[in-house]
């Protein structure tokens, strides 16, 4: 377990800062753009992202566990890495073409072709994405490191270089450094792990599991991707701006949330393997604990202070995205749980099919309710149909665990918790309004008090001793030293 908190110490300092750098950089970036600009930005960078996901296939998620697998045998390990990259290369050179065409050919896509051709190199430069290699080794101080130092100098050049509404290429040029950058550092510090040697690559081996893993990965863009290229499609980019807003706030802490299952993935992955139950048991414990102590306050606050985090961090120009925020708040805690279940128990389990068949059926879901509700409701109905397809698909995934595996959670305390914090973040709420109307001093008083209010509760009035004892553990260590 030591050898988890320090990996858990520098996945949340790269996760804690992934979430502090958007509190700096959006409030900046959404009042240069406002909502038409930020929209026409956003859609660029989804159309070339939803292609990243076919360039990727599914190799980040089945590269690390391949290389938790294999780590122990240097030959093994080196000639698994090869045969991955080899495919990764092959498929981030199709898709390229691919999208090639599609920019030249297709309204709206080749009404600004430059745009898309710069956000494009992301598509053919996807190779670079050795993630799933540092993460597969438990490298996560190298990782975090050099997250911190490429998420800085991106954000100082947003600030150097983004002056105006019409300064769009130059943020498109700035997201693309940020991914890049990152890629290329840990692409050409992978070869120090390897030997030589290793003899001829057999790549057939791979496929079908790869293939397995872009299904839950194709099936998930749907509704993390292409949900934005679909309402830009159905409405317009105004609407995009606002959904943005709205989807960028609530989804702000999740990095957070599901730190620990990065770290504990490797882990469990080989805990699997070796089949001992009683390792993944303790495991899948601690991360629903601090799903129990993160998620619950994150999405209560988010829903009773939906209309100042709107104002403080977008500007009045984005008020219609206060509703969908609302409606978006839930988020962190059903990604929360979907990846407890699937990233931490049903993947690593080779259970992919399993979950390949929740995102599948959320996916539709969320095709058909954007279908239906953006024409007449617009970001509303955009926000609607994600909720649907998050909740369906944490649902299905939680029953598929619970045939493959016998796990003991207090889910009656976890409901009661959400009712009764709910309610006293509320009073809260319309207390702190009360007192003033400006959305700082608001967030400022009430942001404190729910978060001490919350920490009493868990600690002198639950009944549940294993988040109790969770709780302390994460203060005592974020406090007492």
């Known amino acids: 377990m030591g050898e988890i908190r320090k990996n858990y110490f520098y996945n949340v300092v790269v996760n804690v800062l992934n979430s502090l750098l958007p509190l700096v950089s959006f409030p900046y970036i959404s009042r240069i753009l406002m909502p038409e600009g930020m929209g026409k930005a956003q859609f660029v960078l989804n159309v070339a ?20 697998k294999s780590k122990h045998d240097p030959k093994a390990f080196t000639t698994t890495f090869r045969e991955i990259l080899v495919i990764s290369g092959g498929s981030s050179l199709v898709v390229t073409v691919v999208y090639l065409l599609l920019i030249w050919n297709l309204h709206p896509f080749n009404t600004a072709p430059h745009l898309y051709f710069l956000v494009g190199t992301l598509i053919f ?3 670079l994405n ?15 490191i050099r997250s911190i130092v490429i998420k800085v100098l991106s954000l100082l050049g947003l600030f150097l270089l983004v002056k105006d509404e019409g300064d769009l290429e130059e943020y498109l040029s700035i997201t693309v450094f940020s991914f890049l950058g990152y890629h290329l550092w840990n692409f050409f510090d992978s070869h120090k792990y390897f030997v030589q040697g290793t003899g001829n ?12 893993n872009f299904g839950v990965l194709f099936a998930i863009s749907i509704y993390t991707v292409f949900d934005t290229v679909l309402l830009g499609l159905l409405a317009d980019a105004e609407s995009v701006g606002y959904y943005v807003a709205a989807v960028k706030i609530s989804k702000v802490i999740i990095p957070v949330i599901t730190s620990l299952g990065v770290v504990v993935l490797p882990k469990l992955s080989l805990a699997m393997h070796q089949d001992n139950q009683q390792a993944v048991q303790q495991l899948v414990k601690k991360s629903f604990w601090y799903i129990n102590l993160l998620a619950i306050p994150a999405f209560l606050g988010l829903f009773a202070f939906a ?3 709107i104002s403080l961090f977008s500007g009045p120009a984005y008020n219609g995205a206060i509703v969908p925020m609302k409606l978006l708040s839930p988020l962190v805690v059903l990604i929360g749980l979907a990846h407890l279940f699937a990233f931490q128990l049903l993947i ?4 992919e099919r399993s979950y390949l068949y929740a995102v599948a059926t959320g996916s539709i879901c969320c095709l058909a309710l954007n279908i239906i509700l953006v024409p007449q409701y617009g970001v509303i109905g955009a926000a609607i149909a ?4 998050e909740f369906i698909i944490t649902l299905m995934a939680f029953c598929f665990v619970r045939r493959f595996f016998k796990l003991n959670l207090a889910w009656g305390r976890f409901f009661i918790r959400i009712m009764y914090v709910g309610i006293i973040f509320g009073l809260v709420a319309m207390g702190c309004r009360l007192v003033s109307s400006e959305s700082l001093v608001i967030l400022g008083i009430g942001v404190p008090v729910c978060f001490l209010l919350y920490v009493f509760m868990i600690m002198f009035i639950e009944k549940d001793t294993d988040l109790r ?7 005592h260590r974020l406090f007492g030293q």
């Open 130 to 144: 050795v993630d799933w290699l540092f993460s597969g080794l438990e490298l996560f101080k190298k990782i975090s």
């Open 469 to 475: 004892s969770f709780a302390s553990e994460q203060l």
């Open 307 to 309: 209309k100042e985090f």
């Open 386 to 389: 994600n909720l649907s397809a």
């Open 125 to 127: 430069f996807n190779f």
């Open 49 to 68: 992202q939803y292609f990243v996901v076919f360039a990727a296939l599914g190799i980040p998620l089945y590269g690390v566990r391949e290389i938790a």
């Open 348 to 351: 690593p389990a080779k259970k």
């Open 201 to 212: 690559l057999q790549l057939r081996r791979h496929i079908k599991p790869i293939l397995l």
